[in-house]
């Protein structure tokens, strides 16, 4: 079992910048293929970034050159530094959890309450 929880979403205007934090307890934070999602009103949650234990990181082509993520398994802590935010990056950020990784929500069997990213032009 892996609880998760999520900070740092927040409002800023286009070309701004958000670190998204999510915080594990409850199991060997290391062995996880741990991974961002995001689901805005109407749409299906999509895969953000995605890293494995071995620190091999996988980005969906709409945030790659913006997005960064990484983990520090000493502090049990996945990080997702978000920079030339766009309006279109407006959603719901879920952080999951998952001993496979893949950008298929599907495959997560632990996920964060989620912490919001608005996006203004």
């Known amino acids: 079992q892996v609880q998760l929880v999520e900070s740092g979403g927040g409002s800023v205007q286009a070309g701004g910048s958000l670190r998204l934090s999510c915080a594990a307890s409850?199991?060997?934070?290391?062995?996880?293929?741990m991974a961002w999602f995001r689901q805005d009103v109407g749409k299906e949650r999509e895969g953000v970034a995605r890293i494995a234990p071995i620190d091999d990181t996988a980005y969906a082509d709409f945030v790659k050159g913006r997005f960064t993520l990484s983990r520090d398994n000493a502090k049990n802590i996945l990080y997702l530094q978000m920079n030339n935010l766009k309006p279109e990056d407006t959603a719901m950020y879920y952080c999951?959890?998952?001993?496979?990784?893949?950008?298929?929500?599907?495959?997560?069997?632990?996920w964060g309450q989620g912490t919001q990213v608005t996006v203004s032009s």
């Open positions: 409850g199991s060997t934070f290391s062995s996880y293929c």
């Open positions: 999951a959890a998952s001993r496979w990784c893949s950008f298929d929500y599907r495959a997560f069997a632990f």
